[in-house]
Protein backbone atom coordinates (compact mmCIF):
# COMPACT_ATOMS: atom_id res chain seq x y z
CA UNK A 1 0.00 0.00 0.00
CA UNK A 2 1.02 3.76 -0.73
CA UNK A 3 3.40 4.60 2.15
CA UNK A 4 2.93 8.15 2.07
CA UNK A 5 -0.70 9.85 2.30
CA UNK A 6 -0.92 13.77 2.21
CA UNK A 7 -3.65 15.54 3.51
CA UNK A 8 -5.26 17.73 2.29
CA UNK A 9 -5.67 16.72 -1.12
CA UNK A 10 -6.14 20.08 -2.39
CA UNK A 11 -6.35 23.24 -0.86
CA UNK A 12 -7.03 26.89 -1.85
CA UNK A 13 -5.58 29.86 -0.71
CA UNK A 14 -5.11 33.46 -1.62
CA UNK A 15 -1.54 35.30 -2.25
CA UNK A 16 0.40 36.23 0.89
CA UNK A 17 -1.40 33.36 2.72
CA UNK A 18 0.67 30.28 4.48
CA UNK A 19 0.21 26.78 2.89
CA UNK A 20 0.63 23.82 5.27
CA UNK A 21 0.12 20.17 3.76
CA UNK A 22 0.59 16.75 5.73
CA UNK A 23 1.73 13.76 5.09
CA UNK A 24 1.83 10.40 7.19
CA UNK A 25 3.50 6.99 6.53
CA UNK A 26 3.74 3.84 7.91
CA UNK A 27 6.98 2.14 7.98
CA UNK A 28 10.84 3.55 9.36
CA UNK A 29 12.50 5.41 7.13
CA UNK A 30 15.46 7.04 6.49
CA UNK A 31 14.61 9.95 5.28
CA UNK A 32 11.55 12.20 4.13
CA UNK A 33 11.14 14.49 1.03
CA UNK A 34 9.02 16.97 -0.93
CA UNK A 35 8.79 17.15 -4.11
CA UNK A 36 6.92 19.67 -6.06
CA UNK A 37 4.94 19.03 -9.84
CA UNK A 38 3.49 21.46 -12.09
CA UNK A 39 0.94 20.58 -14.55
CA UNK A 40 1.93 17.17 -14.57
CA UNK A 41 5.18 17.61 -15.98
CA UNK A 42 8.69 16.36 -13.78
CA UNK A 43 8.91 16.50 -10.39
CA UNK A 44 11.65 19.09 -8.81
CA UNK A 45 13.05 18.20 -5.12
CA UNK A 46 12.04 21.05 -2.63
CA UNK A 47 13.31 19.58 0.71
CA UNK A 48 14.75 16.95 2.66
CA UNK A 49 14.79 15.49 6.17
CA UNK A 50 16.70 13.16 7.75
CA UNK A 51 14.99 10.83 10.43
CA UNK A 52 16.96 12.15 13.13
CA UNK A 53 15.76 15.75 12.25
CA UNK A 54 12.94 17.46 13.31
CA UNK A 55 12.51 20.77 11.58
CA UNK A 56 14.44 21.97 8.75
CA UNK A 57 14.23 25.47 6.49
CA UNK A 58 14.90 26.30 3.37
CA UNK A 59 13.85 29.48 2.21
CA UNK A 60 9.62 29.84 2.33
CA UNK A 61 9.98 26.80 3.06
CA UNK A 62 9.70 24.57 6.63
CA UNK A 63 9.60 21.04 7.18
CA UNK A 64 8.83 18.77 10.27
CA UNK A 65 9.10 15.32 10.84
CA UNK A 66 7.72 13.62 13.90
CA UNK A 67 8.75 9.73 14.01
CA UNK A 68 6.61 9.22 16.67
CA UNK A 69 3.44 9.84 14.54
CA UNK A 70 4.60 9.01 11.33
CA UNK A 71 4.07 12.24 9.95
CA UNK A 72 5.53 15.26 8.40
CA UNK A 73 4.19 18.67 7.31
CA UNK A 74 5.17 21.34 4.75
CA UNK A 75 4.57 24.91 5.28
CA UNK A 76 5.28 27.26 2.39
CA UNK A 77 4.87 30.83 3.93
CA UNK A 78 3.77 34.15 2.09
CA UNK A 79 2.64 32.22 -0.68
CA UNK A 80 2.72 33.18 -4.43
CA UNK A 81 1.06 32.32 -7.36
CA UNK A 82 4.06 30.37 -8.79
CA UNK A 83 3.53 28.61 -5.49
CA UNK A 84 0.84 26.39 -7.26
CA UNK A 85 1.10 22.96 -8.05
CA UNK A 86 0.93 19.29 -6.69
CA UNK A 87 3.18 18.67 -4.10
CA UNK A 88 4.58 15.40 -3.11
CA UNK A 89 6.07 13.74 0.49
CA UNK A 90 8.29 10.68 -0.92
CA UNK A 91 9.98 8.55 1.81
CA UNK A 92 13.18 6.64 1.76
CA UNK A 93 13.30 3.55 4.29
CA UNK A 94 15.84 2.37 6.41
CA UNK A 95 18.42 -0.21 5.17
CA UNK A 96 21.65 0.75 3.39
CA UNK A 97 20.94 -0.82 -0.01
CA UNK A 98 16.84 0.80 0.14
CA UNK A 99 17.58 3.16 -2.50
CA UNK A 100 13.36 3.21 -4.02
CA UNK A 101 11.48 6.36 -2.35
CA UNK A 102 7.45 5.75 -2.15
CA UNK A 103 5.26 8.74 -2.73
CA UNK A 104 2.35 9.94 -1.08
CA UNK A 105 -0.80 10.72 -3.03
CA UNK A 106 0.03 14.44 -2.84
CA UNK A 107 -2.02 17.71 -2.18
CA UNK A 108 -2.98 19.87 -5.17
CA UNK A 109 -2.30 23.67 -3.80
CA UNK A 110 -4.27 26.72 -5.64
CA UNK A 111 -2.73 30.17 -5.19
CA UNK A 112 -4.89 32.71 -6.24
CA UNK A 113 -3.67 35.86 -7.31
CA UNK B 1 22.63 17.56 -10.00
CA UNK B 2 21.49 15.54 -12.70
CA UNK B 3 19.42 16.98 -16.06
CA UNK B 4 17.58 14.46 -17.88
CA UNK B 5 16.17 14.57 -21.44
CA UNK B 6 13.07 12.78 -21.63
CA UNK B 7 10.86 12.04 -24.96
CA UNK B 8 8.60 11.76 -26.46
CA UNK B 9 7.04 14.40 -24.34
CA UNK B 10 3.47 13.36 -25.28
CA UNK B 11 1.85 10.98 -27.65
CA UNK B 12 -1.32 9.48 -28.32
CA UNK B 13 -1.41 5.93 -29.57
CA UNK B 14 -3.49 3.14 -30.55
CA UNK B 15 -5.07 0.71 -28.71
CA UNK B 16 -2.58 -2.61 -29.33
CA UNK B 17 0.66 -0.81 -30.78
CA UNK B 18 3.59 -0.08 -28.32
CA UNK B 19 5.29 3.14 -27.41
CA UNK B 20 9.04 3.18 -26.33
CA UNK B 21 10.02 6.02 -24.27
CA UNK B 22 13.82 7.38 -24.09
CA UNK B 23 15.22 9.18 -21.42
CA UNK B 24 19.24 10.27 -21.74
CA UNK B 25 21.25 11.40 -18.34
CA UNK B 26 23.59 14.11 -18.60
CA UNK B 27 25.99 12.31 -15.98
CA UNK B 28 26.82 8.15 -15.75
CA UNK B 29 24.55 6.65 -13.24
CA UNK B 30 24.22 3.66 -11.60
CA UNK B 31 20.40 3.57 -10.94
CA UNK B 32 17.27 4.68 -13.63
CA UNK B 33 14.01 4.37 -12.08
CA UNK B 34 10.65 4.43 -14.06
CA UNK B 35 7.53 5.74 -12.45
CA UNK B 36 3.75 5.37 -13.72
CA UNK B 37 1.40 8.57 -13.18
CA UNK B 38 -1.79 7.49 -13.42
CA UNK B 39 -4.52 10.53 -13.85
CA UNK B 40 -4.54 12.44 -10.60
CA UNK B 41 -2.50 10.05 -9.23
CA UNK B 42 0.71 9.82 -6.80
CA UNK B 43 3.67 7.78 -8.83
CA UNK B 44 4.17 4.52 -8.39
CA UNK B 45 7.30 2.91 -9.21
CA UNK B 46 7.42 0.42 -12.37
CA UNK B 47 11.06 -1.01 -12.05
CA UNK B 48 14.67 -0.44 -11.42
CA UNK B 49 17.01 -0.35 -14.45
CA UNK B 50 20.71 -1.11 -13.97
CA UNK B 51 22.97 -1.32 -16.51
CA UNK B 52 24.46 -4.58 -17.73
CA UNK B 53 21.37 -6.65 -15.86
CA UNK B 54 17.73 -7.28 -15.92
CA UNK B 55 15.28 -4.67 -14.80
CA UNK B 56 13.84 -4.88 -11.05
CA UNK B 57 10.14 -4.78 -11.77
CA UNK B 58 7.93 -3.57 -8.52
CA UNK B 59 4.67 -5.91 -7.40
CA UNK B 60 2.03 -5.51 -10.46
CA UNK B 61 4.36 -4.93 -13.47
CA UNK B 62 5.99 -7.34 -15.49
CA UNK B 63 8.43 -7.70 -18.23
CA UNK B 64 6.35 -8.50 -20.74
CA UNK B 65 4.41 -5.07 -20.71
CA UNK B 66 7.02 -2.78 -19.72
CA UNK B 67 10.55 -3.96 -21.39
CA UNK B 68 12.99 -2.01 -20.01
CA UNK B 69 16.85 -1.13 -21.52
CA UNK B 70 19.78 -0.40 -20.18
CA UNK B 71 22.60 -0.38 -23.12
CA UNK B 72 24.92 2.35 -20.94
CA UNK B 73 25.11 4.56 -17.51
CA UNK B 74 23.40 7.21 -19.75
CA UNK B 75 20.50 6.16 -21.52
CA UNK B 76 17.27 3.73 -20.78
CA UNK B 77 14.56 3.06 -22.60
CA UNK B 78 11.20 2.09 -21.09
CA UNK B 79 8.56 0.59 -23.95
CA UNK B 80 4.75 0.25 -22.83
CA UNK B 81 3.44 -2.57 -24.90
CA UNK B 82 0.21 -4.09 -26.18
CA UNK B 83 -1.41 -0.36 -24.92
CA UNK B 84 -5.08 -0.56 -23.73
CA UNK B 85 -6.83 3.12 -22.66
CA UNK B 86 -5.63 1.99 -19.16
CA UNK B 87 -1.94 2.75 -19.96
CA UNK B 88 -2.65 6.19 -20.49
CA UNK B 89 -0.56 7.93 -18.35
CA UNK B 90 2.20 10.35 -17.42
CA UNK B 91 5.55 8.06 -17.68
CA UNK B 92 8.70 9.38 -15.84
CA UNK B 93 12.37 8.67 -15.32
CA UNK B 94 14.36 9.46 -12.83
CA UNK B 95 17.94 8.88 -11.25
CA UNK B 96 19.36 9.61 -7.74
CA UNK B 97 22.37 11.90 -7.04
CA UNK B 98 25.93 11.01 -5.82
CA UNK B 99 24.72 10.67 -3.00
CA UNK B 100 21.66 8.07 -3.80
CA UNK B 101 19.15 10.79 -1.82
CA UNK B 102 17.51 13.41 -3.98
CA UNK B 103 15.94 12.49 -6.77
CA UNK B 104 15.51 14.12 -10.26
CA UNK B 105 12.87 13.26 -12.80
CA UNK B 106 12.41 13.83 -16.55
CA UNK B 107 10.10 15.88 -17.91
CA UNK B 108 7.53 13.13 -18.42
CA UNK B 109 5.81 11.49 -20.98
CA UNK B 110 2.30 11.96 -21.21
CA UNK B 111 0.54 8.96 -23.04
CA UNK B 112 -3.33 8.79 -24.36
CA UNK B 113 -3.98 5.47 -25.59
CA UNK B 114 -7.64 5.97 -28.01
Known amino acids: SQQGEEDPQALSIQEGENATMNCSYK?????LQWYRQNSGRGLVHLIL?????REKHSGRLRVTLDTSKKSSSLLITASRAADTASYFC?????????????FGKGTLLTVNP | SAVISQKPSRDICQRGTSLTIQCQVD?????MFWYRQQPGQSLTLIAT?????????ESGFVIDKFPISRPNLTFSTLTVSNMSPEDSSIYLC???????????FGQGTRLTVV
Open chain 2, 94 to 104: SVLDTKNTEAF
Open chain 1, 49 to 53: IRSNE
Open chain 1, 90 to 102: ATRGSGGSNYKLT
Open chain 2, 49 to 57: ANQGSEATY
Open chain 2, 27 to 31: SQVTM
Open chain 1, 27 to 31: TSINN
